[in-house]
Structure formats: structure tokens, C-alpha cells
């Protein structure tokens, strides 16, 4: 692979993880996230709309 496709890959894969990491490591989306996964498992919101207000709520903090 080309070294500059490769470097454009990495430097995407780099975000990707530090986005991740950084939405996983949040104290408020943490405990949101459990009410979320709750809520989604009792059918009472769908896991589209449970991982749209989990990433508002990140978004906004």
C-alpha cells in the first residue's frame, strides 16, 4: 500500500480511537450509557435513538 494511503489510514483510525476512548471515559456518559443499555433492553427506546442522545449529550459536554 502506498505510504501516503497508509498515513491518511492512520491518521483516520487515530481519531476513530481517541473519539472512542474519550466518549467510553466520559463520568456523565458512563452512567447514562447503563440507563441507556437498560432502556434499549426493555424495549422502551431503540438503540438508534438511545446512541443518538447518548452522542448529543457527549456533544454537548
Not at 2 to 9: E, G
Not at 45 to 50: D, H
Amino acid at each position: 500500500m502506498n505510504r501516503k494511503i497508509q498515513s491518511k489510514k492512520w491518521l483516520r483510525q487515530h481519531i476513530n480511537h481517541s473519539l472512542l476512548q474519550d466518549f467510553y471515559d466520559d463520568p456523565k456518559i458512563s452512567k447514562s450509557l447503563l440507563v441507556m443499555e437498560e432502556k434499549v433492553m426493555n424495549g422502551e427506546v431503540t438503540a438508534f435513538i438511545a446512541a443518538e442522545d447518548l452522542l448529543k449529550e457527549f456533544k454537548n459536554s
